[in-house]
Nanobody
Framework: VQLQASGGGLARAGESLRLSCAASGGAFSTYGMGWFRQAPGKEREMVAVINTSGSATLYSDSVKGRFTISRDNAKNTLNLQMSSLEPEDTAVYYC????????????????WGQGTQVTVSS
């Protein structure tokens, strides 16, 4: 499956951004999906993951209550609504697909998008 992320950009602290990920070339509804991010000098970390049907989600403590992950299996899209952004959210954000129905670890993801930069200024 190929993944194309979009929607990143520059925001001020407290503002919102919405990331989208378009999937093609595979059975999107059979993949667990997730958003991950990587800041300069840091390891890639989980932001939010969602199961195949969209009925289950998991968030990192740092974004819980501010970010919302969702998917539309009819449109083969994954979304991340980011609110109350903080400078600490600055990173390259990646969407990823896992062959398992629901996964949170980076190593369990098999397909990765190219990443989209999110920069939050104070």
């Amino acid at each position: 499956v190929q993944l194309q992320a979009s929607g990143g950009g520059l925001a001020r602290a407290g503002e919102s951004l919405r990331l989208s990920c378009a999937a093609s070339g595979g059975a999107f509804s059979t993949y667990g999906m997730g958003w991950f991010r990587q800041a300069p000098g840091k390891e890639r970390e989980m932001v939010a993951v969602i199961n195949t049907s969209g009925s289950a989600t998991l968030y990192s403590d740092s974004v819980k209550g501010r970010f919302t992950i969702s998917r539309d299996n009819a449109k083969n899209t994954l979304n991340l609504q980011m609110s109350s952004l903080e400078p600490e959210d600055t990173a390259v954000y990646y969407c990823a697909a896992a062959r398992s129905a629901f996964a949170s670890q980076v190593w369990r993801y098999d397909y990765w998008g190219q990443g989209t930069q999110v920069t939050v200024s104070s």
